[in-house]
T-cell receptor, first 112, second 113 residues
Framework: GENVEQHPSTLSVQEGDSAVIKCTYSDSASNYFPWYKQELGKRPQLIIDIRSNVGEKKDQRIAVTLNKTAKHFSLHITETQPEDSAVYFC???????????FGTGTRLKVLA | EPEVTQTPSHQVTQMGQEVILRCVPISNHLYFYWYRQILGQKVEFLVSFYNNEISEKSEIFDDQFSVERPDGSNFTLKIRSTKLEDSAMYFCAKRASGSNEQFFGPGTRLTVL
């Protein structure tokens, strides 16, 4: 079945700098890749997603890139702010099931 | 964002007891999911449920687990004979037909003593 690896596990950046989180997946048939932000004690919240027929998607300070050949996708956050501090999870969704297989999470700390 | 609510927010139970976690209310969605997140770990898929039937389940979802939609709106996860290792956050999620996006509820923190 699908397996998703995520790194780094923790990431500290200075406010205003960029942050990049990377994920790889194993099932080349997976066709949907969401990113979730989870604040302490809260539910995961979708921040951006990308489908397999798209190479890049951007939403204000957040962007996601997908390399289907290499089976990896990345989250880019520019101009980081303290409120970006949270745990970020990537996920891959194999076709037909719509279930999500999550990565292990990245704890992002934005230092003011 | 479509609202997903869960009750209770926190459930404490003794090992061996049965618990029922609820996802309420549900409207206009046919696809439901349960996920588990052990403290400090990743979110893990348990089961997907469509049209009142399980469509897929993970290895975690063994015979002690069951799901149902008893009254057409509430979506429940039952854990029979709870074990210490069942302690985790349990998230319900829903998805609209034709969309990949899943919206998560606030979760139920289950503590098994």
């Amino acid at each position: 079945g699908e397996n998703v690896e995520q790194h780094p596990s923790t990431l500290s950046v200075q406010e205003g700098d960029s942050a990049v989180i990377k994920c790889t997946y194993s099932d080349s048939a997976s066709n949907y890749f969401p990113w979730y932000k989870q604040e302490l004690g809260k539910r995961p919240q979708l921040i951006i997603d990308i489908r397999s027929n798209v190479g890049e998607k951007k939403d204000q300070r957040i962007a996601v890139t997908l390399n289907k050949t290499a089976k990896h996708f990345s989250l880019h956050i520019t101009e980081t702010q303290p409120e970006d501090s949270a745990v970020y999870f990537c996920a891959a969704s194999p076709p037909g099931t719509y279930k999500y297989i999550f990565g292990t999470g990245t704890r992002l700390k934005v230092l003011a | 964002e479509p609202e997903v609510t869960q009750t209770p927010s926190h459930q404490v139970t003794q090992m061996g007891q049965e618990v029922i976690l609820r996802c309420v209310p549900i409207s206009n969605h046919l696809y439901f999911y349960w996920y588990r997140q052990i403290l400090g770990q990743k979110v893990e898929f348990l089961v997907s449920f469509y049209n009142n039937e399980i469509s897929e389940k993970s290895e975690i979802f063994d015979d002690q687990f069951s799901v149902e939609r008893p009254d057409g709106s509430n979506f429940t996860l039952k854990i029979r004979s709870t074990k210490l290792e069942d302690s985790a956050m349990y998230f319900c999620a829903k998805r609209a037909s034709g969309s990949n996006e899943q919206f998560f509820g606030p979760g139920t923190r289950l503590t098994v003593l």
